[in-house]
Each structure stands twice: as C-alpha cells, then as structure tokens.
C-alpha cells in the first residue's frame, strides 16, 4: 500500500513569505505527527494530532508556526513570516493509534528561506 | 534538547568490516527504537528494545540495550554499502507518541 506522501518535496522561498505543506498519512491512521529536521541534527517534534485535533503542540517553536487536519486525514503546516533559520527538512509521520510504537515517516519536504 | 548522545558521530569503513555504533542517556528509558534514514528519505524503523539487557539479530544487524536501559548499541556485521546511511536513536515519550532523537551516527561503507 501507499506510504506517508508529502508535497512539494522542495520549497524554496523568500525571507517573509507564507508557505503551506502538505501531508497525506497512510490511510487509516489515525495519529499524525510533524517533526523538523536541521542539518546535521535528529528530527524534532513539532506537533501530534489524534484525528481531528491537536493533542500536543508543545513542540512548535513560536506563533508562526500552525498546523490543521481539518477531516482527519491529510494535514498542512503552515509557516507565517518566513526566517532563514526555519531552513529544514519537514517530516510527516502516521501511525495506526498513537499508542502505536511504529511511525511510518514520508520522505519530508525540504524548505529553503532564502 | 537533544537528551540521547550517539556516537560516532560519522563513521567511513570499507565493505565487509564490522562496526558498532553507540546510544547513550543519563535517563533512564521505558523503550528505544533505532532507525535508519537514507538520503532524501525519512527514517524507517528498524527495532524497538524494552527490557534491560535485550538482544535482537536483524540478519546482520545486532541491537543491544544496556541492563540499566539508559545505552544501547547497534553492532553491524561485515558492512555492506547497502548500509550506508544516517542511524538514529529514539527513545519514546510518555504514551508512546513522543519521539525524541539522537543526532545520528553518519555511516559510509566504502565498496
């Protein structure tokens, strides 16, 4: 079956602008999750969704920063005000529940703020 | 806050040498997973270790946790270029959903 997609898989952009991504999680899961991934450096956590809502957000580093899953699938991260340092791979994960100890990750959409 | 130290950080060996890379807490963790992550890829997950001590084979992949669950190391065996990629350690959060990672050990097998 299909695995986690993510679009686009690059993005380049200007210093300011608003980006949008895009993530379609293998269907049927019901847990979500965004991580960022800085060169060099592990993924991060960003936010967890369970269905429809975000269950935990702690993990997005300040008000530009905003996800949804308006229908409990597909999920879009969207990034106000672009800065240079929000330069990073961003990974999308699914799994079955979110006590599920197997993540399926996509192969992340790398944005580059120039 | 990257809590989970690995090491090496990178790592360049020829086919057919062994190698083992290493994951390391000052916490003590309820579970640790290890991944691999490839070049224009996300991690896929290659085991998950819960109890102190535990040793699982995965053909040439053999992944220990420490009897104290705060280290865990991956020992390949006769490396492949096939290997080459970013292994990660992550130890799950509370409920399980929570990732955190390690800053990964950079593998290049050499043919």
């Known amino acids: 079956g299909a695995g986690v997609s993510q679009t686009p898989s690059n993005k380049v952009t200007e210093k300011g602008k608003y980006v949008e991504l895009r993530c379609d999680p293998i269907?049927?899961?019901?847990?979500l999750y965004w991580y960022r991934q800085s060169l060099g450096q592990g993924p991060e956590f960003l936010i967890y969704?369970?269905?429809?809502?975000?269950?935990?957000d702690s993990g997005l580093p300040n008000d530009r920063f905003f996800a949804v899953r308006p229908e409990g699938s597909v999920s879009t991260l969207k990034i106000q005000r672009t800065e240079r340092g929000d330069s990073a791979v961003y990974l999308c994960?699914?799994?079955?529940?979110?006590?599920?100890?197997?993540?399926?990750f996509g192969p992340g959409t790398r944005l580059t703020v120039l | 806050t990257q809590l989970l130290e690995q090491s090496p950080q990178f790592l360049s060996i020829q086919e057919g040498e062994n190698l083992t890379v290493y994951c390391n807490s000052s916490?003590?963790?309820?579970?640790l997973q290890w991944y691999r992550q490839e070049p224009g890829e996300g991690p896929v997950l290659l085991v998950t270790?819960?109890?102190?001590?535990e040793v699982k084979k995965l053909k040439r992949l053999t992944f220990q946790f420490g009897d104290a669950r705060k280290d865990s190391s991956l020992h390949i065996t006769a490396a492949q270029p096939g290997d080459t990629g970013l292994y990660l350690c992550?130890?799950?959060?509370?409920?399980?959903?929570?990732?955190?990672f390690g800053k990964g050990t950079l593998l290049t097998v050499n043919p």
């Open positions: 270790v819960v109890t102190g001590g």
């Open positions: 916490s003590v963790f309820s579970s």
């Open positions: 992550a130890r799950l959060g509370g409920s399980n959903y929570k990732l955190t």
């Open positions: 269907s049927g899961h019901t847990a």
């Open positions: 969704f369970q269905g429809t809502g975000a269950a935990d």
């Open positions: 994960a699914s799994s079955l529940t979110a006590f599920s100890d197997t993540q399926y």
